[in-house]
């Protein structure tokens, strides 16, 4: 009989890692990246947008079968990818017993559309044309069958499932930036509880589709013309799209122990909410009333966010960050572009590779809002202001 | 009533592993057959078809030309997610009327939102390619004339959090509102989450919601692509035909399902009227393939099985299946096989139906939508049919209530929920506290 009481809330680590982005693919080549302050913009291909380009990648490496890769659209395969990758560094690859149970939460968008069908028929439309049954005959002849599961929120998890055999449960989160904040928070909870024992989560983000582009410029919120570091962007601001996948292994520590598992870090807290930004100053507000939930310790640390660059909640943003002068901070928007669900999972693996390297990567910023921090972290706060809406913050500890 | 005297959580109603009980305390419901718990159960006891003939948009060139959708909602502008969001608010204020519970708009706990996945739609695409203002353009000329805030609005409507954003707002959820899709297994997924942080303490209360009012031509369209639907477009009430030999694909349809799920213990303490328990959920996901089960049906047999021991039932337990029955020739029998498996002896005294066969499939919102239907079910002892089950399909020996309503003696229902992408959920619902 279970004792009738909650237990002690279990420790949560961080037992593997995956990264692919526009400066590469692994912990390595990113943490050289990150050190030699490497930034890789194209400003030509989508001009006068701007975005992060994925890094050359052979997604035979993780994905072997041709058929596989040709049901995914570009999303789908840098998280497949990326999945593979933390899989591997968890040292839990083709361990079916260990897969088989494996939870996954995968936060997730949608992905890309056929451009071509879709312009073809917007232009046939505006050339008046095109009868009531136009759109539907269209649609019938020239979609792609299988498109439909390119497209489908859900089946990156799917395909995680299928190509590296993730089968103990599955579910997709959706809602930008805050759906993988929120991925990692459930997953934390779950694992802390005894719900879970050990959890795969992450998100992909392509950032070279015009569809998005689109998406985002209802809003204004593209960074146009010439890129800048995230804190030189003006008052409109602006972001640039990035592709990247990241997967985190998270465990619980006797889980983790019991198969000699390495962890990185330590996934003490993650806490979110979403503040109805009608008042100017309710990004400030809401991270100023999760900061307290956090368990940071001192009034000096380190802290990683995902910072878009666009306004108003950037500068907001920003105001907080002015009340916490001891952190040094770091904005991964400036090197990796803003790759929405991918951001917060981005942010936790960069704060668990710091600390498992002993130190935080350099400032990247000509403003000065980010300033060198020597010596060896032991916590990093990991934040996320969604473009639009969101809010939330994690806390990365050093295992000593 | 069960209150015990020794003070603390040890006196927390309980479940035996030692976890606070999840009850519902609030149920709302809308589908084809109409707005409410009310009309629905009236109408799906009756054996009724929410099913007909598309009118929303033009059909011409479609497979399927048939839906379950909900046309006594409109929306303006007039968009699926628009239509989403408005069926999720009818569901969520007959939940939170019959749980009276917290104050307008202050639900005291978070909200989780099953909600199809959200993309730009064609009227506003279409509507973007007039504004261009020539012909043969591409998409750097669509880029040109998106910003400036002449279709701002289109960027808030199709964000993916956009519904919940709403909700959360009009609700007033507590913190970070969740909103999640597993196909066609998202209701259960929503209902599970709520289930799961009231048992870790997390919440006293929970909103969850499942929501679809997705039936436009390119969704339409992708699922005949995929040669799911049934093309028996005539009449359109006859083709949602689960478990029958002559079944050939669902029917796409719309509707929204909320439940507010509170620990016993906070609903007893408010004198709150319990309309059944959530006793147990599970899920195990498919690694075979993306729209079909493996053959030897072993995640279904293992999600069925994780569910009963999560709510620490025997099979011969439940007297009563709420079946996925999307009336496609693979679910079904595959449905039926592992139910089998997992049943044996005891399979043949369990009626068994599919409410789709009268609101069709309400995809993201399904799972939800049949979690109130099993919860009718308890409360009134009465089985809604499985209609059009004119020929039975032999290798299916699932005692189906045949076309009209049976009433029995129903403590325990499993419903069951299977979707693209290796997703399978089921969930127990019992009427009272174990």
Redesign the interface.
């Given at each position: 009989?279970?004792?009738?009481?909650?237990p002690a809330a279990k420790e949560v680590w961080i037992t593997g890692i995956g990264i692919v982005s526009s400066l590469g693919e692994g912990l390595d080549a990113h943490w050289d990246a990150l050190n030699q302050k490497r930034i890789n913009v194209d400003d030509k291909r989508f001009a006068p947008?701007i975005v992060h380009p994925l890094a050359p990648v052979s997604f035979d490496a993780q994905i072997p079968k041709k058929g596989d890769q040709r049901?995914m659209e570009a999303w789908q395969r840098i998280g497949t990818y990326a999945a593979g990758l933390a899989l591997d560094s968890a040292g839990v690859k083709g361990n079916q017993e260990i897969l088989g149970r494996m939870d996954?939460i995968v936060a997730?968008?949608?992905g890309e559309?056929d451009?071509a069908v879709?312009?073809a028929?917007?232009?046939a439309?505006?050339?008046g044309n095109s009868?009531?049954?136009f759109?539907?005959?269209r649609?019938?002849n020239d979609?792609?069958?299988t498109?439909?599961?390119a497209?489908?929120?859900?089946?990156l998890?799917?395909?995680i499932?299928?190509v590296h055999?993730?089968?103990?449960?599955?579910?997709?989160?959706?809602?930008?930036e805050?759906?993988s904040?929120?991925a990692a928070?459930?997953a934390l909870?779950?694992i802390e509880?005894g719900?879970s024992e050990i959890a795969l989560v992450g998100a992909a983000h392509n950032g070279e589709r015009?569809?998005l582009?689109?998406?985002?410029?209802?809003?204004?919120?593209?960074l146009t013309e010439k890129y800048t570091p995230v804190w030189q962007r003006d008052d409109k601001g602006g972001f640039a799209l990035g592709s990247a996948g990241c997967f985190l292994v998270m465990e619980s520590r006797e889980h983790a122990e019991a198969r000699g598992a390495k962890p990185y870090a330590r996934l003490t807290k993650v806490v979110?909410?979403?503040a109805?930004r009608k008042q100017p100053g309710a990004v400030t507000k809401s991270l100023e009333a999760l900061w307290p939930k956090l368990g940071v310790t001192g009034d000096t640390g380190n802290l990683i966010t995902g910072a878009t660059g666009v306004g108003p909640v950037t500068s907001e943003e920003k105001e907080f960050l002015r009340q916490h002068p001891g952190f040094a901070v770091r904005a991964t928007g400036t090197m990796f572009g803003h790759t929405l669900e991918t951001q917060f999972p981005l942010g936790l693996a960069l704060a668990a590779l710091s600390l498992s390297r002993g130190a935080l990567f350099p400032p990247n910023d000509p403003t000065g809002l980010e300033v060198e921090k020597p010596g060896v972290p032991d916590q990093i706060v990991v934040l996320g202001a969604?473009h639009?809406?969101?809010e939330?913050m994690a806390l990365v500890e050093a295992i000593k | 009533m069960r209150r015990s005297i020794d003070g603390g959580n040890m006196s927390a109603p309980r479940d035996k592993f030692g976890r606070p009980i999840v009850v519902v305390t609030g149920m709302g419901v809308v589908t084809s057959l109409g707005a409410g718990k009310k009309d629905n159960w009236t109408r799906l006891t009756a054996g009724e078809s929410g099913i007909r003939t598309v009118t929303r948009f033009p059909i011409d060139g479609l497979k399927s030309t048939m839906a379950g959708t909900v046309d006594f909602v409109r929306v303006d502008p007039v968009s699926s997610t628009g239509l989403t969001e408005q069926l999720a608010k009818l569901a969520t204020e007959e939940a939170l009327e019959q749980a009276a519970i917290g104050g307008k708009a202050d639900f005291p706990g978070p909200l989780f939102l099953a909600v199809a996945p959200v993309e730009v739609e064609w009227p506003q695409r279409l509507e973007l390619g007039r504004a261009i203002g020539k012909t043969d353009f591409g998409y750097e000329d669509m880029l040109r004339v998106s910003g400036g805030g002449r279709f701002a609005a289109f960027h808030h409507r199709f964000m993916f959090g956009s519904v919940a954003s709403h909700l959360a707002e009009t609700y007033g959820t507590k913190g970070s509102p969740i909103s999640l899709s597993t196909a066609c297994a998202s209701g259960a997924t929503a209902i599970q989450l709520g289930v799961e942080a009231i048992r870790r303490g997390d919440a006293d209360a929970a909103l969850c919601v499942a929501t679809d009012g997705s039936v436009n031509p390119e969704a339409l369209v992708r699922f005949s692509l995929l040669s799911a639907l049934s093309t028996q477009n005539d009449p359109p009430q006859a083709a949602s035909k689960p478990f029958s030999k002559n079944r050939d694909g669902f029917v796409m349809a719309e509707g929204a399902g909320a439940m507010v799920l509170e620990s016993y213990e906070s609903a007893m303490a408010r004198g709150a009227r319990i309309l059944g328990v959530v006793a147990g959920c599970g899920e195990l996901t498919d690694s075979f393939h993306r729209t079909r089960s493996s053959p030897d049906g072993k995640p279904i047999i293992g999600c069925m099985r994780k569910t009963l021991a999560d709510a620490g039932l025997e099979p011969e337990q439940i007297d009563h299946i709420n079946a996925h029955g999307t009336a496609t020739p693979e679910n079904d029998k595959m449905e039926y096989n592992t139910t089998a498996v997992v049943f044996g002896d005891h399979l043949p005294k369990i009626p068994v139906s599919s409410n789709k066969s009268m609101v069709g499939h309400t995809i993201s919102a399904a799972g939800a939508v049949e979690a109130v239907f099993s919860l009718l079910t308890l409360e009134h002892q009465r089985i809604p049919p499985t209609i059009n089950y004119e020929v039975p399909d032999p290798a299916i020996l699932f005692d189906v209530v045949a076309n009209k309503a049976r009433d029995a003696r129903v403590t325990a229902v499993m419903s069951n929920s299977f979707g693209f992408g290796g997703q399978n959920a089921s969930l127990i619902l019992t009427r009272e506290p174990a």
């Open positions: 009989m279970t004792e009738p009481t909650a947008y049901q996954m997730a968008g949608g559309r451009i879709d312009l028929i917007m232009n439309d505006a050339k009868s009531p049954a759109l539907n005959e649609l019938m979609l792609r069958p498109l439909f599961l497209q489908l929120s859900n089946l998890a799917g395909n499932a299928i055999g993730v089968s103990g449960t599955s579910r997709t989160f959706m809602g930008e805050a759906a904040i929120d928070r459930i909870a779950r509880s719900q015009p569809d582009l689109i998406l985002y410029e209802f809003g204004d919120f593209n979110a909410d979403l109805q969604g639009w809406q969101g939330g | -």
